[in-house]
């Protein structure tokens, strides 16, 4: 009788147990860079919007090197939200949006000058109007996403 309590007992904390699996999930998200020659993971703070990012760097003589590369201009802690990337099907892109879906804000962020940089937020139903893409410069090459190459 006492060993049926016990195990009534033990399948009680268990359940209970799995209940608060989802108060301490992860707070990070990873997204791969949609670039099909490009090893890169993004990783998003879910709450604070912070991003980063690691990739696959070769070193003679090892086995290689994590290359990673912290946040930069626009690319660190935003106003606390529910944050995710969605990568695009674009397969020279090697970048992500960065998205909130509490407000609808988006942004774009990718590696430059050894670190992730994101274009400020900016969210189409405010706006009003469609976005105009601003004028090309000798620093962004047409056809190449929000990535821009170095000239």
Same mark, same amino acid.
């Given at each position: 009788? *006492?060993?049926?309590?016990?195990?009534?007992? /033990?399948?009680?904390?268990?359940? /209970? %147990?799995? /209940?608060?699996?989802?108060?301490?999930?992860?707070?990070?998200?990873?997204?791969?860079?949609? @670039?099909?020659?490009?090893?890169?993971?993004?990783?998003?703070? *879910?709450?604070?919007?912070?991003?980063?990012?690691?990739?696959? !760097?070769?070193?003679?003589?090892? $086995?290689?090197?994590? /290359?990673?590369?912290?946040? !930069?201009?626009?690319?660190?802690?935003?106003?606390?939200?529910?944050? %995710?990337? $969605?990568?695009?099907?674009?397969? *020279?892109?090697?970048?992500?949006?960065?998205?909130?879906?509490?407000?609808?804000?988006?942004?774009?962020?990718?590696?430059?000058?050894?670190?992730?940089?994101?274009?400020? @937020?900016?969210?189409?139903?405010?706006? %009003?109007?469609?976005?105009?893409?601003?004028?090309?410069?000798?620093?962004?090459?047409?056809?190449?996403?929000?990535?821009? @190459? *170095?000239?």
């Amino acid at each position: 009788m *006492r060993l049926s309590g016990s195990l009534g007992y /033990l399948s009680s904390v268990i359940v /209970l %147990g799995s /209940l608060t699996v989802p108060a301490f999930a992860a707070p990070y998200d990873f997204v791969p860079a949609p @670039q099909t020659d490009l090893n890169r993971i993004y990783r998003i703070d *879910r709450i604070t919007g912070e991003v980063s990012s690691c990739q696959y !760097g070769l070193q003679e003589g090892t $086995v290689g090197v994590t /290359l990673c590369f912290g946040s !930069g201009e626009g690319a660190g802690p935003q106003a606390p939200g529910e944050y %995710g990337l $969605v990568a695009s099907r674009h397969e *020279r892109e090697g970048g992500v949006f960065r998205v909130n879906y509490r407000t609808g804000d988006m942004s774009i962020c990718y590696v430059f000058d050894e670190k992730v940089v994101c274009t400020p @937020q900016a969210n189409p139903s405010t706006q %009003g109007a469609p976005a105009t893409a601003p004028a090309a410069t000798p620093s962004v090459r047409p056809g190449t996403g929000a990535s821009p @190459q *170095r000239p």
